[in-house]
């Protein structure tokens, strides 16, 4: 929210010479952060000035320039910039006359940018100074022309202080509203919190407005709400007001737009500015109709299932049954809360206003909002909840500013529908405060806060009764009671006390390992992620199965985003994702690993249908046993992309890209931080390379692959043709893995070393030989590696050459060369009986 300081000091006292540093300070005292400080950025002279003549010249390149004699001061004194009364200047634009007052920055100037102000030649004159544009001088984007003081309705002396006359020397505060402090959006608020803060006086802008009551005869409305959502009728109250024969050409003025631009608002037209006017100060959205396009009267519905509306941007939107729409005999003219409808927005042709102030159901206009993607200024409010009783009051405001600003005349009366309930009162007990806040608080502080933010105090034995004020629907039990008698009376007083972590046991062995996993990761060049959970149900079918076959997936009951409403059962989408964005922006090399959960529910089983406990009592182990029951499995995974290449392309240097081998080096590396013994084999996805897909086992069970995507899948994500990923059950590898491996000590004989040939089949796998001749070879093998595989001339037809490179080593001795060839021939004396292995000559 940003909140202009000249706006502020309309409701609450602020000391002369207060600058938005102080603003922010107070404000923070109370429990609002500061954000930022905005300014239009201007420095002057800038000075009203009348053009007197002007020559328009051609230019050469097609553009005729205006040679302009500008009045930037009364004649006999001397212009701000201390040059003559009368400046020649150069301009471009073509919207001005003789007679005209316009804004004259002189030189030494300086506009938003910053672009300072100098004499300059040019077009073969000396330009002393310019002539600004609305958007040279940060009031708006209009940059056809300049500004024309005529325009705003301003008729100001020769060589006055235009940045004074626009109201271009405010400021404004930005503070950031966290979700359960909706009444800070509105100026009114804010000004309440300061006065809080500093004890400044607080003169409430409600008070100051005199509402008409609603007549009988007023413009009809009706709420029909046949079928309330969770208990919440779409509309509580609904306040109208008419205001006639108002002339929309007529301009803003300069003080509404300034105030407007330092709030964040553009300005568009003196119609639609009151209503943004009015919704910062007080809070209550506003919405105005041309009444001349409305059939027949009002009605507050439900939408139909499918139902569409064309909303003020132009688009058609097709209507959920928990959207809230106001229609009128032809159907839908409004989206409740977020936006209007086209056919009867306010326009320049505008004569007949119908005002409307309207309270809506939080949650449905959060959800619309949401749903629609359509986050308004108005669903802000609405969505955290506003106050409830101003809405006669809001539309009096705004009529009593079209009355003004346009011209009209407002009918007496109005209509007004009022059901919101009344609060109910919350049984504070003494000494309440003060045990949950850990500071001893008087009877008196616990009075006094209460009833400066607005609430009702009645003693009651033991206590008191507080009803909370209308603009605080944050405020529904004692604990939120004893936060604001924390706040008001002021946080120094909660004593910083750093807190005696209890004894405990460290890390368990699956987070000392997965934080191994990831320092291993890591160490080897691999950058980690932290991608969204969210996926859509495509995604979930292409990397949640391996054939590719329908998967039952968890879906969000109010998903962030209505694209990817599922939650993901593998973390290859996320991966992709986060590939394809860096690629984007210019990281083309990429070695990414993620660390999550994904879920995976079972088909045909409902979850989450456990009742929730209460809040205010400790859950037996009954109900937390409903509740685990409740969620779907979510095992914690472990992905890997690699894109792009492993070596750069350097001088006398061939690049080298990555492939299967890296995702393999990755699931080894994952393998051998958690202990596991991890065997590789040949595997099957249907969304990877057939042939260059690995199925990854731990202890004889399957617990991921590896493999590259489908060169269709990688092009149809933006990605070049070979993307490598590996994806494990991080939680199944760690379960597998012997907790009881130690690493050995190393080795202070000599090594004797041997290669092994083998003749197999060419189906075998080359890693079901490797296992055979490990294990026929015994304890003083110490490694094998598979160093080729051949087949070609000299091989039969149908088989294969697989040479493994064979180190053996004894810890107690120099191994002779008879004993490594004994433990060299065990082993392939094993794998000729598993395998039908032959030695090669």
Not at 312 to 340: F, S, W
Not at 465 to 473: C, H, K
Not at 552 to 563: T, Y
Not at 739 to 764: H, K, W, Y
Request: aromatic share 4%; glycine share 10%; charged share 25%.
């Amino acid at each position: 929210m940003r909140v202009p300081l000249s706006w502020l000091a309309e409701y609450v006292e602020l000391v002369p010479g207060t600058t938005p540093e102080d603003v922010h300070a107070a404000l923070v005292k109370v429990g609002l952060e500061e954000e930022d400080v905005h300014t239009f950025e201007l420095e002057g002279p800038i000075v009203v000035g009348e053009v007197l003549e002007f020559v328009e010249e051609p230019q050469t390149n097609g553009k005729t320039i205006r040679w302009c004699q500008v009045r930037v001061a009364p004649d006999g004194e001397t212009a701000a910039d201390g040059g003559d009364a009368v400046h020649g200047i150069v301009c471009g634009a073509r919207n001005f006359f003789p007679g005209d007052k316009v804004v004259v920055t002189l030189p030494g100037a300086v506009l938003p940018g910053p672009f300072p102000i100098a004499a300059r030649k040019t077009y073969g004159h000396v330009s002393d100074g310019m002539i600004a544009s609305a958007r040279e001088l940060g009031l708006g984007d209009d940059h056809d022309g300049i500004l024309r003081l005529s325009t705003l309705g301003i008729d100001a002396p020769v060589g006055s202080d235009a940045i004074t006359l626009l109201g271009l020397d405010d400021a404004a505060i930005e503070i950031n509203v966290t979700p359960d402090r909706g009444y800070a959006f509105s100026i009114r608020g804010v000004a309440r919190e300061y006065a809080h803060a500093t004890g400044a006086v607080f003169r409430d802008p409600v008070d100051q407005i005199s509402a008409t009551d609603a007549s009988a005869d007023g413009f009809p409305v009706v709420i029909d709400d046949r079928a309330p959502i969770r208990g919440n009728v779409a509309s509580s109250a609904f306040a109208t007001r008419i205001v006639r024969g108002v002339d929309a050409s007529r301009p803003t003025p300069a003080w509404m737009i300034s105030r407007l631009k330092l709030a964040g608002i553009r300005s568009l037209s003196v119609l639609v500015d009151i209503t943004n006017y009015v919704m910062l100060e007080l809070g209550q959205p506003i919405h105005g109709y041309d009444l001349d396009t409305l059939r027949g009267g009002i009605v507050v519905r439900r939408a139909e299932p499918g139902e569409p509306f064309t909303t003020l941007d132009g688009k058609q939107r097709t209507l959920h049954a928990e959207d809230i729409v106001v229609t009128d005999d032809r159907g839908p003219i409004g989206l409740a809360g977020v936006m209007g409808g086209a056919e009867t927005e306010m326009s320049d042709t505008t004569q007949n206003v119908l005002i409307e102030a309207a309270v809506w159901d939080p949650v449905s206009i959060a959800r619309t909002a949401r749903r629609h993607k359509l986050p308004s200024e108005a669903a802000k409010r609405y969505e955290r909840g506003i106050d409830p009783t101003i809405g006669a009051v809001a539309v009096a405001r705004v009529a009593q500013l079209m009355v003004d600003l346009a011209g009209g005349n407002a009918d007496e009366g109005g209509s007004l529908i009022q059901t919101t309930p009344d609060r109910a009162a919350i049984e504070l007990p003494d000494g309440f405060v003060s045990r949950v806040i850990g500071v001893e608080y008087t009877s008196d502080e616990v009075h006094d806060a209460l009833a400066e933010i607005g609430g009702v105090l009645t003693r009651v034995d033991g206590g008191w009764s507080v009803v909370p004020p209308a603009w605080r629907p944050d405020l529904t039990g004692r604990e939120e009671l004893a936060e604001e008698v924390a706040r008001l009376v002021g946080y120094h007083r909660i004593p910083s006390v750093l807190p005696v972590a209890p004894p405990g046991r460290g890390l368990t062995r699956s987070q000392r390992l997965r934080r191994q996993t990831a320092d291993a990761l890591a160490a080897a060049g691999s950058v980690e992620v932290l991608t969204f959970p969210f996926a859509t149900d495509e995604e979930n079918r292409t990397f949640g199965s391996v054939d590719g076959s329908p998967v039952a997936s968890v879906r969000l009951a109010n998903a962030l985003d209505q694209s990817t409403p599922f939650l993901r059962r593998s973390l290859v989408p996320g991966l992709i994702a986060a590939a394809k964005r860096n690629r984007s922006r210019g990281l083309v090399d990429l070695d990414l690993f993620e660390i999550g959960l994904v879920f995976l529910p079972e088909s045909g089983r409902a979850y989450g249908s456990a009742e929730l406990p209460a809040g205010d009592e400790k859950p037996n182990d009954a109900t937390l046993t409903a509740l685990d029951a409740g969620i779907p499995p979510q095992p914690r995974h472990l992905g890997v992309l690699l894109v792009g290449d492993r070596v750069s392309k350097q001088p006398g240097v061939a690049a080298e890209p990555y492939g299967l081998a890296d995702a393999l080096d990755a699931a080894r590396r994952v393998a051998l931080a958690t202990g596991a013994e991890l065997e590789i084999a040949q595997g099957s996805h249907h969304a990877f390379h057939p042939g260059r897909t690995a199925e990854l086992r731990v202890g004889g069970r399957h617990v991921g692959f590896a493999g590259e995507l489908l060169p269709a899948l990688a092009e149809a994500n933006d990605l070049p043709r070979v993307v490598a990923i590996a994806e494990l059950d991080l939680d199944a590898v760690i379960a597998a893995a012997d907790p009881s491996v130690e690493a050995r000590p190393i080795g202070t004989f000599p090594a004797a070393t041997q290669d092994l040939s083998l003749l197999v089949a060419a189906d075998v796998a080359a890693a079901t030989v490797a296992g055979a001749v490990r294990e026929g070879a015994g304890e003083l093998l110490e490694h094998l590696e598979l160093v080729d595989d051949y087949r070609g001339h000299g091989v039969p037809e149908g088989s294969k050459s697989l040479t493994f490179a064979l180190r053996f080593r004894a810890a107690d001795r120099t191994l002779t060369a008879a004993e490594a060839s004994e433990a060299k021939l065990a082993g392939a004396a094993l794998a000729t009986e598993r395998t039908g292995a032959a030695i090669r000559d």
